[in-house]
């Protein structure tokens, strides 16, 4: 007996990453994460080595059922490795970890709904071979053949995040033609970030079946049309249970140098997202509000009437580091809470 084990890891292309993978056969029956058997690969050809000294190491961290071969088959994704079993200067899991185990007790919790844009080769799918097709308006959220273009690819994947039991929290059309979303969460955030990343996974091999591209570039048709944005939602129990801790958390990522140290972080191309147009705020200014997707950071208009809940940061770019945009809200707003005596 033997298994399909797909080992999934990230690469150290800059300033984006991207996704690899390769196929492992396993003999026997699937005994849980502990039980794989960690992996190399040829880092030369992936941005993580030089060719006289090549070899990287993977190491499982997550896996899930394969939705796409189905059976016993898996996916398994890895954090990467130098030889010495270090992690790697391009793991950005591994920070994560440490900041999320000093932080545990504040119970930090992430919904990160992720955008992008489905290309039909050089064309976002849906605009016509010649010019643009009528201005963004009626496309979000909406239904008809006229409006919404890839919604068999959407519907497809996110089956497959379910059959992969991830935690998948709902899809939505937005507001250019081709353009949808995906919500992971609320989890935690190492479990938000590994679940986010396989998603992106499944949705690039989903789109292979059906000839189209998906694409996180964060503007990805120049002019007047939305950009592709990771809105960030976060809490932490302080925040569930009372206001003042939301405030705390707001004015933390308002202090000194943490807004430019977030958002230079935040994704590659955010300046030409983030430009005070098309429901975000200036890259170079933070500013927070009730219920306003103009702000840096959102506080949705339930949370001040419910007196507690959560905060949308809506800077990242839809290609943002899961990673990183988790542990720098964590390491941030936990830091400020837990001097202010609201943890």
Same mark, same amino acid.
């Given at each position: 007996m033997a298994f399909k084990a797909e080992y999934i890891w990230i690469d150290g292309t800059e300033p984006t990453a991207k996704l690899r993978s390769k196929t492992k056969i396993i003999t026997g029956a699937f005994g849980g994460l502990g039980t794989l058997p960690i992996w190399g690969f040829d880092g030369s050809s992936t941005n993580q080595a030089e060719g006289h000294?090549?070899? #990287?190491? !993977?190491?499982?961290?997550?896996?899930?059922?394969?939705? @796409?071969?189905?059976?016993?088959? @898996?996916?398994?994704?890895?954090?990467? !490795?130098? $030889?010495?079993? $270090?992690?790697?200067?391009?793991?950005?899991?591994?920070?994560?970890?440490e900041v999320a185990e000093r932080f545990a007790a504040q119970e930090p919790i992430f919904g990160i709904e992720q955008e992008y844009t489905f290309f039909?080769?050089?064309?976002? !799918?849906?605009?016509?071979?010649?010019?643009?097709?009528?201005?963004?308006?009626g496309y979000y959220c909406g239904v008809g053949s006229d409006e919404i273009f890839g919604r068999d690819v959407v519907e497809a994947h996110l089956e497959n995040c379910l059959k992969a039991g991830l935690a998948i929290s709902g899809i939505n059309a937005e507001v250019m033609p081709g353009q949808w979303e995906f919500q992971v969460g609320p989890v935690s955030p190492l479990e938000v970030s590994d679940h986010l990343w396989v998603a992106r996974w499944l949705l690039y091999r989903t789109a292979e079946d059906f000839g189209v591209s998906a694409t996180l570039d964060p503007k990805?048709?120049?002019?007047?049309?939305?950009?592709?944005?990771?809105?960030?939602?976060?809490?932490?129990?302080?925040? #569930?249970?009372?206001?003042?801790? @939301?405030?705390?958390?707001?004015?933390?990522?308002?202090?000194?140098?943490?807004? !430019?140290?977030?958002?230079?972080?935040?994704?590659?191309? @955010?300046?030409?997202?983030?430009?005070?147009?098309?429901?975000t705020a200036p890259w170079d200014k933070y $500013?927070?509000?009730?219920?306003?997707?103009?702000a840096s950071v959102r506080i949705p208009w339930q949370v001040e009437k419910d007196g507690k809940g959560y905060i949308e940061d809506r800077r990242p770019n839809a290609n943002v580091d899961p990673y990183v945009v988790t542990r720098l809200l964590v390491d941030t707003c936990c830091s400020a809470l837990e001097k202010a005596g609201q943890v």
């Open positions: 000294a090549s070899d #990287r190491v !993977l190491r499982p961290v997550f896996s899930c059922p394969d939705p @796409i071969r189905g059976g016993d088959d @898996i996916l398994v994704l890895c954090d990467v !490795l130098d $030889t010495d079993m $270090t992690p790697h200067r391009s793991n950005t899991r591994a920070p994560l970890t039909d080769g050089s064309r976002p !799918l849906g605009f016509p071979e010649n010019g643009f097709p009528a201005p963004q308006g990805p048709v120049k002019g007047d049309w939305n950009g592709a944005g990771a809105h960030t939602n976060f809490s932490t129990k302080a925040m #569930r249970e009372g206001y003042e801790a @939301i405030i705390t958390a707001c004015e933390s990522l308002g202090e000194g140098s943490k807004p !430019l140290d977030h958002v230079k972080n935040y994704g590659a191309g @955010i300046d030409e997202r983030l430009t005070g147009l098309h429901e $500013t927070y509000g009730v219920s306003d997707r103009g």
